[in-house]
C-alpha cells in the first residue's frame, strides 16, 4: 500500500529580516487609556479615549541546528557539525544584538498578523544546563506613532493710506498655523496631568513627543 504524505506550508516566522525557528509564545496587548476629565453629555466619547500603541511580546528559539527534515525511516538529515552548529547560535546573537543596538523599526512577523514599524523595548535571553547551546530569548515590541503635521500659511490684507490719502492693500504673513486633532489635545492633556503628578514622563519627554515647548 502506496504511503501518502502531507505537507503544510507554514509561514515564516520573522523579526526584520531575521527568520526564526519558533515563536514559543506570542503575547499581544492592544489598550486604550480614558482621560479623568469630566465627559460633557453629548459629546464625541472617542475623542476622550486615547489608543495606546500595540506592545508585542515573544518567547522566541533559536537552535543550534535548522530544523531538520525527518524522513520516513525516522533518521534525520543534518549536514551541520557540532563547531558549526554553535557558529549558528553566535550568528544569531550577534544579529538580535544589533537589531536592538541599532534603534531601528522592524516589522515583525507573527502567527496571527503581520506588525509594522514595531520599536524594540526589551531583548532577554536566559540560557541554562536544559537549553544547552541553544538560544532562547525574549523580546518585547512596541509600535511607534508617527504623526504627520500640517502647516498652513495665512496672509491678510491691510489697510494702508498713501501720500495721497488714498489706501493702498498690502499683505502681511501671519506665520503658520498647524492643525491639531481632538485626540492629540486629549494626549496632551493626559501627558501634562501625569508630569504634574510626578509621573515617569518629563517636560523633556513631552517637548520630544509633541515638538512644542512644554506649557507653562
Given at each position: 500500500?502506496?504511503?501518502?504524505?502531507?505537507?503544510?506550508?507554514?509561514?515564516?516566522?520573522?523579526?526584520?529580516?531575521?527568520?526564526?525557528?519558533?515563536?514559543?509564545?506570542?503575547?499581544?496587548?492592544?489598550?486604550?487609556?480614558?482621560?479623568?476629565?469630566?465627559?460633557?453629555?453629548?459629546?464625541?466619547?472617542?475623542?476622550?479615549?486615547?489608543?495606546?500603541?500595540?506592545?508585542?511580546?515573544?518567547?522566541?528559539?533559536?537552535?543550534?541546528?535548522?530544523?531538520?527534515?525527518?524522513?520516513?525511516?525516522?533518521?534525520?538529515?543534518?549536514?551541520?557539525?557540532?563547531?558549526?552548529?554553535?557558529?549558528?547560535?553566535?550568528?544569531?546573537?550577534?544579529?538580535?544584538?544589533?537589531?536592538?543596538?541599532?534603534?531601528?523599526?522592524?516589522?515583525?512577523?507573527?502567527?496571527?498578523?503581520?506588525?509594522?514599524?514595531?520599536?524594540?523595548?526589551?531583548?532577554d535571553i536566559d540560557r541554562d544546563a536544559e537549553t544547552g547551546a541553544n538560544l532562547p530569548f525574549t523580546m518585547e515590541f512596541k509600535k511607534l506613532k508617527i504623526v504627520h503635521s500640517e502647516e498652513t500659511t495665512i496672509t491678510a490684507s491691510t489697510a494702508k493710506a498713501g501720500p495721497a490719502g488714498d489706501q493702498t492693500a498690502g499683505t502681511a504673513n501671519q506665520g503658520t498655523a498647524g492643525t491639531e486633532q481632538p485626540q492629540n489635545n486629549?494626549?496632551?492633556?493626559?501627558?501634562?496631568?501625569?508630569?504634574?503628578?510626578?509621573?515617569?514622563?518629563?517636560?523633556?519627554?513631552?517637548?520630544?513627543?509633541?515638538?512644542?515647548?512644554?506649557?507653562?
Amino acid at each position: 500500500m502506496a504511503e501518502i504524505a502531507f505537507q503544510y506550508q507554514i509561514p515564516k516566522k520573522m523579526i526584520g529580516t531575521f527568520v526564526v525557528d519558533c515563536f514559543m509564545v506570542e503575547r499581544y496587548k492592544f489598550s486604550n487609556s480614558v482621560t479623568d476629565i469630566p465627559v460633557e453629555e453629548g459629546s464625541i466619547i472617542s475623542d476622550h479615549i486615547v489608543e495606546e500603541p500595540d506592545v508585542i511580546h515573544v518567547e522566541a528559539f533559536i537552535g543550534n541546528t535548522e530544523f531538520e527534515v525527518i524522513v520516513n525511516d525516522g533518521n534525520s538529515i543534518s549536514n551541520l557539525q557540532a563547531p558549526d552548529r554553535m557558529a549558528r547560535v553566535m550568528q544569531a546573537y550577534q544579529a538580535l544584538k544589533r537589531m536592538v543596538k541599532q534603534r531601528k523599526l522592524v516589522d515583525v512577523v507573527l502567527g496571527l498578523e503581520t506588525f509594522t514599524k514595531m520599536a524594540i523595548t526589551k531583548f532577554d535571553i536566559d540560557r541554562d544546563a536544559e537549553t544547552g547551546a541553544n538560544l532562547p530569548f525574549t523580546m518585547e515590541f512596541k509600535k511607534l506613532k508617527i504623526v504627520h503635521s500640517e502647516e498652513t500659511t495665512i496672509t491678510a490684507s491691510t489697510a494702508k493710506a498713501g501720500p495721497a490719502g488714498d489706501q493702498t492693500a498690502g499683505t502681511a504673513n501671519q506665520g503658520t498655523a498647524g492643525t491639531e486633532q481632538p485626540q492629540n489635545n486629549i494626549a496632551k492633556e493626559e501627558w501634562r496631568r501625569q508630569i504634574a503628578s510626578g509621573g515617569p514622563a518629563t517636560k523633556k519627554d513631552y517637548e520630544r513627543e509633541f515638538g512644542v515647548p512644554y506649557p507653562q
